[in-house]
């Protein structure tokens, strides 16, 4: 970066400009426990972890209600990958 006069006055890094239009896991995570507050009536039955944009859940559902959840979670901005522990029942 430079001032007004063209004098450097910072270095903005490759990693600065990309946390910038990446969203962190917090956010991430929010959206997926509203996504899965929309789609199930008891939220405990699915547990959400997210770390660097991977997406876990786990829990136990209706295998119709599982594909239903996925493909939306899988949707949602920056998230890199689903990994789907939840067991069918």
């Given at each position: 970066?430079?001032?007004?006069?063209?004098?450097?006055?910072?270095?903005?890094?490759?990693?600065?400009?990309?946390?910038?239009l990446?969203?962190?896991?917090?956010?991430?995570?929010?959206?997926?426990?509203?996504?899965v507050?929309?789609?199930?009536?008891?939220?405990?039955?699915?547990?959400?972890?997210?770390?660097?944009?991977?997406?876990?859940?786990?829990?136990?559902?209706?295998?119709?209600?599982?594909?239903e959840?996925?493909?939306?979670?899988?949707?949602?901005?920056?998230?890199?990958?689903?990994?789907?522990?939840?067991?069918?029942?």
């Open positions: 970066m430079t001032d007004l006069h063209g004098r450097l006055v910072g270095v903005v890094s490759r990693q600065d400009l990309l946390r910038a990446i969203r962190d896991d917090t956010e991430i995570q929010a959206e997926v426990e509203s996504l507050g929309q789609h199930l009536v008891d939220t405990r039955a699915v547990d959400v972890a997210v770390k660097n944009g991977v997406v876990t859940l786990t829990g136990r559902l209706e295998k119709d209600l599982i594909l959840l996925l493909a939306p979670v899988r949707d949602i901005d920056d998230v890199v990958e689903v990994v789907d522990a939840i067991v069918a029942v």
